[in-house]
């Protein structure tokens, strides 16, 4: 009997566990994210993004990303299998010149194959390294 109810209350704090947490790719919608971290530019990051850093929104019903490089909007398709993404080229875009730094933004994020949600933090990864990191923010 006791073996029973052990049993049973084991079974539902397993449950309990499972249900209560979303998967990554589930996990990407609905907030907006904001860069907080790039490989591979020799620059600081704040040095790259001073005044305004680059953010990216998921849409799950269209298929898109849209969101700034820093400095121009952008829209782009993406494409989720597992944990792996693939983003097309970025489609319009406004053209304003800012000092560069956007577009080392939107090339990195036509190498990137790979996420991960963890701790609220969005990893874009190129193989299993995380190349940039973004944080939650309000729209």
Do not use: H
């Amino acid at each position: 009997m006791k073996t029973s109810i052990l049993l049973f209350f084991f079974a539902i704090l397993l449950a309990e566990s499972c249900g209560s947490t979303k998967s990554d790719e589930e996990a990407l919608y609905g907030p907006t994210w904001e860069l907080e971290y790039i490989s591979g530019p020799r620059i600081a990051f704040d040095g790259l993004f001073p005044n305004k850093k680059p953010q990216i929104t998921f849409n799950k019903e269209t298929g898109k990303v849209r969101g700034t490089d820093s400095c121009n909007g952008y829209t782009a398709d993406f494409e989720i299998t597992e944990n792996t993404i693939a983003f097309g080229d970025p489609g319009p875009t406004t053209m304003m010149f800012c000092g560069g730094s956007e577009r080392q933004f939107l090339q990195m994020m036509k190498k990137i194959d790979g996420y991960s949600v963890e701790e609220g933090k969005l990893n874009l990864l190129v193989g299993e390294v995380p190349m940039m990191r973004f944080k939650k923010v309000n729209p």
